[in-house]
């Protein structure tokens, strides 16, 4: 499978536990995106690398979250101290930059309930 | 801030009728990407359209663009159970992330 691929796909945790999530990319997509979805919702962006640079952060984004993409590849959504509502569905897309289409392919989502 | 808008929420259709949802925004878009959410699944892209009152084809949907390129409509002619699933509008910064509309849910009822 050369699609975007995240783990773990499910996580329930207790509040104040630390999380990390993996987001592997399509390998030859330069750029990667951090989403999150609650239900019933549209997903909300968080971060977005270009290779290993991350260029934007949501002021959304609580000092609680913290993003990785160290090699340029594979990135890591870290979440300190979770809360209640950080419970949601947390989505990484990649594309490649220089398309015309620019389409994001997003991965099947890592699903976090905290408990 | 920006507000991306659709309509409706949600939508209930016998199969073979036609379904359209419309993407309103309070600001003016820059390009919008239009993508489909199946149930339990993840957003999977439809298509993307950057010209003032583009119209776009795919089989059975038409996309539109608006020509102050404020709004936007996805359009299915005769809907099949297939075709159930979430439709996002989103509106693709100039840093390249994307702003998700509310989406609209579209049951097929065969």
């Known amino acids: 499978d050369t699609g975007v691929s995240q783990n773990p796909r499910h996580k329930i945790t207790k509040r104040g536990q630390n999380v990390t999530f993996r987001c592997d990319p399509i390998?030859?997509?330069?750029?990667l995106y951090w989403y999150r979805q609650t239900l019933g919702q549209g997903p909300e962006f968080l971060t977005y690398?270009?290779?290993?640079?991350?260029?934007?952060k949501s002021r959304l984004l609580s000092d609680r979250f913290s993003a990785e993409r160290p090699k340029g590849s594979f990135s890591t959504l870290e979440i300190q101290r979770t809360e209640q509502g950080d419970s949601a569905m947390y989505l990484c897309?990649?594309?490649?930059?220089?398309?015309?289409?620019?389409?994001?392919?997003f991965g099947p989502g890592t699903r976090l309930t905290v408990t | 801030g920006q507000q991306v808008m659709q309509i409706p929420q949600y939508q209930h259709v016998q199969e073979g009728e036609d379904f359209t949802t419309y993407c309103n925004s309070s600001?003016?878009?820059?390009?919008i990407q239009w993508y489909k959410q199946r149930p339990g699944g993840h957003p999977v892209f439809l298509i993307q359209?950057?010209?003032?009152?583009e119209v776009k084809k795919q089989k059975r949907l038409t996309f539109q663009f608006g020509e102050a390129k404020k709004n936007s409509s996805l359009h299915i002619t005769a809907t099949q159970t297939t075709d159930v699933g979430t439709y996002f509008c989103?509106?693709?910064?100039?840093?390249?992330?994307?702003?998700f509309g509310t989406g609209t849910r579209l049951t097929v009822i065969p």
């Open positions: 600001t003016t878009l820059s390009n």
């Open positions: 897309a990649s594309s490649l930059s220089g398309t015309l289409r620019n389409e994001q392919y």
């Open positions: 359209l950057v010209k003032s009152g």
């Open positions: 390998s030859e997509h330069n750029r």
């Open positions: 690398f270009q290779n290993e640079a991350q260029l934007e």
């Open positions: 989103a509106d693709q910064t100039g840093a390249n992330n994307l702003f």
